[in-house]
T-cell receptor, first 112, second 112 residues
Framework: GNSVTQMEGPVTLSEEAFLTINCTYT??????LFWYVQYPGEGLQLLLK???ADDKGSNKGFEATYRKETTSFHLEKGSVQVSDSAVYFC???????????WGLGTSLAVNP | DADVTQTPRNRITKTGKRIMLECSQT?????MYWYRQDPGLGLRLIYY???????NKGEISDGYSVSRQAQAKFSLSLESAIPNQTALYFC???????????FGSGTRLTVV
């Protein structure tokens, strides 16, 4: 069946460091892929998405490229800020996105 | 006003009590979802509904029930609360068009 695996946290970085959070998936067909972010005390927010192979989603300096050959959708940011401290979730939508399949989340802490 | 509103934000209840968590949305979306979030376990789907007459069990529906009173309202009930239902509960909506989910801010439920 469909599944999402993302790197375990917590990830701790210094401000302006480069961020990569790995996400790989297993799916039949051609799923849509999403990254959501959850800031402390809040609900999840859609950060970016990609709907087909080689698409690149981007938002707020974050990027992720849909790689069908490696079944991956890694999240990257060139220079993190303290305000990026949050939990990041990778998700997969298949079958008209009836239900999203979620990774377990990766906690990111950015220190000044 | 928030697109997806959950009430209450926080609730402490006793074992054996019945409790209802409410969710309303102004997005006009047909699809609504209830999730619970536990540390280390990510998001787990409790129930989902694709329209007023469509209710589906998720992966952890035991001990929970739902009611879709209108397109905009989807409530979650714990008929007889138990301590291992202590968690953060999220409601989410989707239009099913691949644009992702919109989440409420969550209800933190503690069962003592």
């Amino acid at each position: 069946g469909n599944s999402v695996t993302q790197m375990e946290g917590p990830v701790t970085l210094s401000e302006e460091a480069f961020l990569t959070i790995n996400c790989t998936y297993t799916a039949t067909g051609y799923p849509s892929l999403f990254w959501y972010v959850q800031y402390p005390g809040e609900g999840l927010q859609l950060l970016l998405k990609a709907t087909k192979a080689d698409d690149k989603g981007s938002n707020k300096g974050f990027e992720a490229t849909y790689r069908k050959e490696t079944t991956s959708f890694h999240l990257e940011k060139g220079s993190v800020q303290v305000s990026d401290s949050a939990v990041y979730f990778c998700a997969l939508g298949a079958g008209n996105n009836r239900k999203l399949i979620w990774g377990l989340g990766t906690s990111l802490a950015v220190n000044p | 006003d928030a697109d997806v509103t959950q009430t209450p934000r926080n609730r402490i209840t006793k074992t054996g009590k019945r409790i209802m968590l409410e969710c309303s949305q102004t997005k006009g979306h047909d699809r609504m979802y209830w999730y619970r979030q536990d540390p280390g376990l990510g998001l787990r789907l409790i129930y989902y509904s694709f329209d007023v007459k469509d209710i589906n069990k998720g992966e952890i529906s035991d001990g929970y029930s739902v009611s879709r009173q209108a397109q905009a309202k989807f409530s979650l009930s714990l008929e007889s609360a138990i301590p291992n239902q202590t968690a953060l509960y999220f409601c989410a909506t989707s239009d099913g068009a691949g644009l992702g989910y919109t989440f409420g801010s969550g209800t933190r439920l503690t069962v003592v």
